[in-house]
């Protein structure tokens, strides 16, 4: 697919988020192993890529010499496009019969990397403006990061053709449902806006699948707004946090709850609901 991807890890966070005037590009770009890389492959898509590099990055072989090996392999090289980020860096290939406009950029090292690539891009500046939103989010989250990244890209021009699909996947250890380490895995297959529906739905789904965040404690004037909200939507039971239980069972906002207190995006969504 003729597209955009930004592969990178920062700290034990690693990822790939693509968009691209092609149908269901997250079945066919991203592949994340934690502790081992992230690729991205593209324009004339070799699958095949995902497993070689991912294999060699995990037997002790630079990402480089990694992605370097896989592309000589690989009679239809000249027509591909492939990023990754390993252990030890980040290195991104461009075949020369790829569309124009064409290339990317690789940097970092085992701290933090990436590797930013597109073909039929409406410029240069559509990964320049990918790069510098990564690296001006420093310190929030990869998903977060990889998302302001595509949507920087984007806003840029982006495809030259249009938008069709979007996605991202972020894998680290301790995150995402029941601790899973599944941080982020959404797809937007076909939609005339991906980017921006896939940041909508990555906000639902942080919503709900997050933990919580910038909880205050359940007292004084706040004890009360929330136990009047929450008797607004039927839930008077006298114990709050139960009340709150209820509530938030029903929203499927459970992962989010903390005794005696309660965190800020669920304080807004029963704002909200009882507006």
Not at 178 to 189: F, K, N, Q, T, Y
């Amino acid at each position: 697919p003729m597209t955009f991807s930004i592969a990178a890890h920062s700290g034990d966070a690693w990822g790939v988020a693509v968009a691209s005037k092609f149908v269901c590009v997250g079945a066919i770009v991203p592949e994340v192993r934690v502790g081992v890389g992230a690729v991205a492959t593209q324009a004339f898509c070799r699958h095949a890529y995902r497993a070689e590099i991912l294999d060699a990055l995990a037997s002790g072989v630079g990402v480089q010499a990694a992605l370097d090996s896989a592309v000589a392999g690989d009679d239809g090289r000249q027509t591909r496009q492939v990023g990754a980020v390993g252990a030890d860096g980040a290195a991104t290939y461009t075949g020369s019969d790829c569309m124009d406009w064409a290339g990317g950029v690789a940097r970092g090292d085992g701290d933090e990397a990436y590797a930013i690539q597109g073909n039929i891009l409406i410029g240069r500046e559509v990964t320049e403006e990918m790069e510098r939103a990564f690296l001006a989010t420093a310190g929030q989250s990869l998903d977060r990061r990889l998302l302001a990244a595509l949507l920087a890209g984007d806003a840029a021009g982006g495809d030259s053709r249009g938008r069709q699909s979007a996605a991202i996947v972020v894998h680290q250890p301790g995150t995402g449902y029941d601790g899973s380490g599944i941080r982020a895995d959404l797809r937007v297959d076909d939609h005339p806006n991906a980017p921006t529906e896939l940041a909508r739905v990555h906000a639902v789904a942080t919503l709900v699948l997050g933990s919580p965040e910038d909880v205050s404690p359940l007292e004084g004037a706040l004890y009360e707004e929330v136990a009047a909200h929450l008797r607004t939507l039927g839930h008077a039971d006298p114990d709050l946090d139960s009340a709150l239980a209820t509530w938030a069972g029903i929203e499927n906002l459970e992962n989010r709850l903390v005794a005696g207190g309660i965190d800020a995006r669920v304080l807004a969504e029963l704002r909200r609901a009882a507006s």
